[in-house]
């Protein structure tokens, strides 16, 4: 006899925020301010992913990946299950340098590529992937224009190679 599972329940835990936190999205800033509300203060990489409604409000925030001082194996699987299950309709996924350096690794550019893949394929876009430190500084890849009309920019420029050799 086979054995068939059905899913019942799915938890989510339903945390207040301060009054100051900003509820919509209308900058990069504005996304790394939750961000570093969030996981600013933590001792080793954690990608978060803020599920947004159309309106840009934060209708989630889901802790997806934690990992070590410097890296974190993200799987897009994870990424968009919050996303699916909260009805989001975009996102913009954040992940701390507990160096405090900003620059985005090959990985970091690679993730993006991948979540933007499958945000097109899902349906639920990729708006932004932000990079904070405990200072409460950021890099944004939408801002810095390595984001445009939903993909990635290839940048094989002298930007790029000092951005990542920084």
């Known amino acids: ?18 009054n ?8 990069p800033l504005d996304a790394s301010r939750i961000a570093h509300y969030f996981i600013g203060d933590d001792d080793r990489e ?10 840009q409000k934060v209708i989630a925030v889901h802790r997806c990946h934690i990992g070590s001082l410097d890296g974190a194996l993200i799987s897009p ?15 913009i996924v954040a992940h701390n340098h507990p160096s405090t350096k900003l620059n985005p ?25 932000i990079i904070i430190n405990a200072e409460g500084d950021y890099f944004s890849f939408r801002e810095e224009g ?14 790029l190679n000092l951005i990542l050799h920084k």
């Open 46 to 55: 954690v990608f978060l992913v803020l599920c947004l409604n159309t309106n």
């Open 105 to 129: 690794s090959p990985e970091d550019l690679e993730i993006t590529q991948t979540l933007l893949k499958a945000g097109k394929i899902l349906d639920i876009p990729l708006q932004d992937h």
């Open 77 to 91: 699987r994870e990424v968009f299950k919050a996303c699916i299950l909260n009805n989001a309709r975009k996102i």
């Open 1 to 18: 006899m086979k054995k068939i599972y059905e899913v019942i329940k799915i938890k989510q835990v339903v945390k207040e925020i301060q």
């Open 146 to 159: 390595f984001i445009s009309r939903g993909r990635l920019i290839n940048k094989n420029d002298a930007k």
């Open 20 to 27: 100051e936190l900003i509820e919509v999205i209308g900058s």
